[in-house]
């Protein structure tokens, strides 16, 4: 498997709602980050995982929680959203996080808060 | 501070014709420039990428050029044909921290528009 994988594709939330984003890869590798990209610009790192530890946390506001179960999955919880944090969300996978390891992205989520 | 800047934001060419998009980097340290290809509703992904070893790389009609002194990398498309309409980000990769992480400073893309 030489994929990142990402369910659901789409997905539609109130500002009350509760829901879970998740992230899938089955390539060994030991980094993995969470994405937001805005229509029309580049994607904008949120938070990077190494060897199941959050590593870095971007300053991103409490109401997104990431979790990371074990070094294959990568899950962002979302709760209590404004409806600016619509965007596309893609994760990312690299073998380590060495500053010249590729990172492969997946599909994304897209989401919108209504 | 971090920053890639990246030039034409949009670019459009006749089929057949070379793109060239052009992206420059700030910090001195980055050693590792990825080129990633992203078409309308889907992901991000690579097609080219160079590391500070190298002056040039090549994949059939994609080429990658960096100038370290300079701080400056381009991606040159030849023979372009219409299945070439993206947007193109450049990036620069820093290693930050202690822990020495890995992050990719985008540029803000070029939008390019291959004519048949």
């Known amino acids: 498997d030489t994929e990142v994988t990402q369910t659901p594709k789409h997905l539609v939330m109130g500002m009350t709602n509760k829901k879970s984003l998740k992230c899938e890869q089955h390539m060994g590798h030991r980094a993995m980050y969470w994405y937001k990209q805005k229509a029309k610009k580049p994607p904008e790192l949120m938070f990077v995982?190494?060897?199941?530890?959050?590593?870095i946390n971007e300053s991103v506001p409490s109401r997104f929680s990431p979790e990371c179960p074990n070094s294959s999955l990568l899950n962002l919880h979302l709760h209590a959203l404004q409806p600016e944090d619509s965007a596309l969300y893609l994760c990312?996978?690299?073998?380590?996080?060495?500053?010249?390891?590729?990172?492969?992205f997946g599909p994304g989520t897209r989401l919108t808060v209504l | 501070g971090e920053n890639v800047e990246q030039h034409p934001s949009t670019l459009s060419v006749q089929e057949g014709d070379s793109a060239v998009i052009k992206c420059t980097y700030s910090?001195?340290?980055?050693?590792?420039f990825p080129w990633y290809k992203q078409e309308l509703g889907k992901r991000p992904q690579l097609i080219i990428d160079i590391r500070s070893n190298v002056g040039e790389k090549k994949d059939q009609r994609i080429a990658v050029t960096l100038n370290k002194t300079a701080k400056h990398f381009s991606l040159h498309i030849t023979e372009t044909q219409p299945e070439d309409s993206a947007v193109y980000f450049c990036?620069?990769?820093?290693?930050?921290?202690?822990?020495?992480?890995?992050?990719?400073?985008f540029g803000a893309g070029t939008r390019l528009a291959v004519h048949p």
């Open positions: 910090d001195s340290a980055s050693n590792y």
């Open positions: 990312a996978s690299s073998l380590e996080l060495k500053s010249t390891d590729t990172q492969y």
């Open positions: 995982y190494s060897y199941e530890k959050l590593s």
């Open positions: 990036a620069a990769s820093m290693r930050r921290g202690s822990g020495g992480y890995n992050k990719l400073i």
